[in-house]
């Protein structure tokens, strides 16, 4: 049964040196090219995926006393999907069946389970992207970058952090203690590794995959069982997921009922009965701060890892690439049409304008720039379908609307055009003085920014870390051509618990965290009571028990 | 100012050298030896020690509003020293205040002021083990080494665990992302440990120094400010500690206000007002379950880390050595008069007799024999004076008496003689049926065992291990001769996430647990929701913030 820890061996290798170096390494390529996953992978991936549409999906053996899914594309049509679902005492109870056989498997064992179901989800990106497309709104470049090989390192990042933690203490040591010129006590002891119980992953709409994956295979190495709850809107990624697991743990002759899925619909869902229930152990939770709140409090366990919302921001002090940064924040605004975590908000832009290396710009001529940056990059209809995909929840166009009247429109958020059906925004930036925090101290999620009138730097700097602070946020931006001021906004975000990127221009953006190297989420302000990538995420899922016994000296 | 780092360098060497094997390693020797500690360390420890006893005890520049001090030695008479005291609002903005200095101390700086402060303290052992003794009751030799060395031991745990996690991630690195035959975007990314805020440590009356000082060290290796907040009945021996840390803090040039002192008196405690000031950010408890539970669910911080109360177990099922289960088994109930987290409590027998090297033996006889064991130990006075100490709370004396009625007299408690002034007892054994589980199955903090008559073996392992599992134990013992049924017994045991002794005789005991070896509590029951003494205790402590800019490739 080792064989497949011995199989990919060497990547769990790479991914240990590279978390350790933090340098740029990927197992998985993101570039969705046929040399690298076959000539037919694009076609074979999309027949897969339209082969699930307008039917059962297949989880042989799951529990099930109904079928349930309502998936609707943000392009426009129904998936017709549907999924067995079971209430939460099935699911738990399931789950506890299969749990004694996983807690007792070896961490090589389990971790090379692991390995191979994210080595046959990156077989399947293509399919995956798809799925990912078609249930965020994603456009299709982005849905499989972050729904598949983005999504799968981070997963192997979760299993190699995993693998460490759990090897850390041996199996077995023996404890010699002298006695002066007596006999030593000799005493032999023995650890394992004790699984929490049961882990509930509850997916978020917009990244379902790239979101959970970190907790899912995190408690999934250390020996708990998984209920996968999925966004009742994007079902079919974690479905997908699940499927692959179950797959992997019945051909190494363990239950497939390890990994079960929590599928619901919007209305009914199941998710408050799984949070309290006195079974579930550790709970991972990505979506907003009002339910993330609620699972904190209601939660029967204490083991609750979140990744909720926050406001992120930019502060433009000054830059010598006048044009390089509106266009990368250009970029930052329209991907994904701003349904990112890490996606900015506000702007914040002294009221006296800035230097550049086009000479002085004021305020309004810095807010026209990144405009009519914005309109630039969304000039070509193909390209902005690409970046900007469509709009996941239909609560986020109306919020668009709402925002409209919060400011001096800058530019206006409209539809794509070329994507008839599809439920699209470009972003709408509005101006505002510092002293309008009602407009822009609120979380807008969505394609919706605002450049914000301050009297320096300073000021935005105070104001985003403050605000950081007070409500969270995972990513900030800085343009500053002073290392003396960089330095000061770098201590201010870091006591804040943002993760800070300074003079971005060029294919790199505030957005992207890239796996083995950013850590996503501080833990450390109120976008998050965890980062999703790091030691202390994975070391509590488990705990370690000892028998000791006196041996002959 | 990385002197003391570099100072104690090899000592953290094999610190970390020593968790990793988990074999037999001590920095600090706990035999009081002349030859170790100094040919007159003892009598200057005392001299010292009593120089302290009625007068006002000096922590310079301590916020103070008022004097406190009722402590009473359980040896008979009062300590009269008098501590400055402040509310929890003066405290919190003194801790806030000295924050920004140790926030910014690096980890080089910060871990080696943390060894320093535990090398000051094992030179002053003697001075601690009669602090220790006379507020916990502990005999000298027990006070010395748990007060002492085996504290500091603990704490140099946890300062090897703060660092490892510390420099887990580097400082600095570059990461390179090719771009084909495109210029590789190349970025530099910094990475710095962001303390939490302000940590509380709650000390507990029975062991002041070794409950705290693994959350102590571990938050102030971190770089958070402390609050001690020492159990109103001994404070002396953690505010010796806090007096050292503020020595060492002051000497390298840091506030001193890094560590304070939140000494209180029983009745006019300030715990709950630091509990629940908004500001602490971080809690370490030591204490009963009852007031755990209020601290889990008032705590304005979600980061509390708690060592309550549990029963602890012990199962007989056969022994090839009657005489050396006896005289182990009555150590450990004698050893401190019982007042340990990790004392035995139960011992179930089966009822219808075990196997032994001395042929059969009853349910009777075997009780009678831990009774015998227990007489024969205690049989001189200054034996007995040194293994039990005294009793701490004058609460402990009256549940002796109230648990007289429960069961079958097999051993009665008695005060010990000889030690006038003093308030002990030594251990009750009470015969009762597995049925009588109202009797048995409540936690009896102090010199109260139970002998329980069980069907065989099996059942005494799935009694003592269910029982753990709702209420919590720290520690289970097993006498077995069948490998087997040691292995049954392991599984029961971890899974009810307790660590197990087996067949202990001779000179190591269930009570004990080893600095570097043995994990002390697991976490994963309700004697406690985190292990005192591993990485999962530290990594939260601290998060890791980042910024990052592009550089030319």
Request: glycine share 12%; with cysteine.
């Given at each position: 049964m080792g064989d497949l820890f011995d199989r990919h061996r060497t990547t769990l290798g790479a991914a240990l040196q590279a978390a350790q170096d933090r340098g740029y390494w990927s197992a998985f390529p993101e570039v969705p090219s046929g040399k690298v996953y076959g000539e037919t992978a694009k076609e074979d991936g999309l027949s897969a995926y339209r082969a699930r549409l307008g039917r059962p999906f297949e989880l042989p053996g799951h529990p099930g006393m109904k079928a349930v899914g309502q998936e609707v594309s943000p392009y426009g049509f129904a998936l017709g999907i549907t999924y067995p679902a079971a209430d939460a005492e099935t699911l738990v109870a399931a789950s506890q069946s299969a749990a004694p056989a996983w807690a007792g498997a070896s961490p090589e064992i389990r971790v090379g389970v692991c390995l191979e179901i994210l080595a046959r989800l990156n077989r399947m990106s293509f399919e995956m992207a798809n799925a990912v497309m078609h249930t965020t709104g994603q456009a299709f470049a982005m849905a499989f970058q972050a729904g598949g090989p983005h999504a799968q390192d981070r997963g192997l990042e979760a299993v190699a952090y995993a693998w460490a933690e759990m090897t850390r203490t041996p199996a077995r040591a023996t404890w010699v203690?002298?006695?002066?010129?007596?006999?030593?006590?000799?005493?032999?002891?023995?650890?394992?590794?004790?699984?929490?119980?049961?882990?509930?992953?509850?997916?978020?709409?917009?990244?379902?995959?790239?979101?959970?994956?970190?907790?899912?295979?995190?408690s999934l190495a250390t020996g708990n069982t998984l209920i996968v709850k999925p966004h009742p809107g994007a079902i079919l990624p974690l479905a997908l997921t699940v499927q692959v697991a179950c797959e992997v743990l019945a051909e190494e002759g363990f239950p497939a009922d390890i990994v079960l899925l929590a599928a619901d619909e919007a209305g009914a869902e199941i998710t408050r009965d799984l949070v309290q229930h006195p079974a579930v152990a550790i709970i991972d939770y990505t979506g907003s701060n009002a339910f993330g709140d609620w699972v904190s409090?209601?939660?029967?366990?204490?083991?609750?890892?979140?990744?909720?919302?926050?406001?992120?921001?930019?502060?433009?002090?000054?830059?010598?690439?006048?044009?390089?940064?509106?266009?990368?924040?250009?970029?930052?605004?329209?991907?994904?049409?701003?349904?990112?975590?890490?996606?900015?908000?506000?702007?914040?832009?002294?009221?006296?304008?800035?230097?550049?290396?086009?000479?002085?710009?004021?305020?309004?001529?810095?807010?026209?720039?990144?405009?009519?940056?914005?309109?630039?990059?969304?000039?070509?209809?193909?390209?902005?379908?690409?970046?900007?995909?469509?709009?996941?929840?239909?609560?986020?166009?109306?919020?668009?609307?709402?925002?409209?009247?919060?400011?001096?429109l800058v530019r206006d958020s409209a539809p794509l055009t070329g994507v008839e059906g599809a439920r699209t925004a470009t972003p709408m930036i509005l101006a505002v003085d510092g002293d309008q925090t009602p407009a822009y101290e609120e979380e807008r999620f969505g394609p919706i920014a605002f450049v914000i009138a301050v009297e320096n730097a300073a000021e935005g700097i105070a104001r985003a870390a403050g605000l950081a602070h007070r409500k969270g946020a995972i990513t900030a931006a800085l343009y500053e051509t002073d290392d003396a001021r960089i330095a000061a906004a770098a201590d201010a975000f870091a006591a804040a618990g943002v993760n800070l990127s300074v003079n971005l221009t060029g294919g790199i953006f505030v957005n992207q965290s890239a796996a083995f190297s950013d850590f996503h989420v501080t833990g450390a302000n109120p976008a998050g009571n965890a980062c999703l990538t790091d030691t202390a995420f994975v070391a509590n899922r488990f705990r370690v028990a000892m028998w000791r016994r006196p041996m002959a000296a």
């Open positions: 203690k002298p006695q002066g010129k007596g006999e030593p006590i000799v005493i032999e002891k023995h650890w394992r590794i004790v699984p929490r119980g049961i882990s509930l992953v509850i997916g978020c709409q917009t990244f379902p995959t790239w979101n959970s994956y970190p907790g899912l295979f995190a409090e209601n939660a029967a366990t204490r083991q609750v890892y979140t990744e909720e919302a926050g406001v992120n921001s930019i502060v433009i002090g000054a830059t010598d690439d006048f044009a390089g940064m509106c266009a990368n924040i250009a970029f930052s605004l329209s991907l994904y049409s701003g349904q990112m975590c890490t996606a900015p908000q506000n702007i914040y832009v002294p009221r006296g304008g800035i230097e550049t290396n086009e000479g002085p710009k004021n305020f309004d001529a810095i807010a026209a720039g990144v405009a009519a940056a914005v309109d630039a990059l969304l000039s070509d209809p193909a390209r902005a379908a690409g970046v900007c995909g469509a709009i996941a929840n239909p609560a986020t166009l109306a919020r668009v609307e709402a925002a409209r009247g919060l400011g001096r």
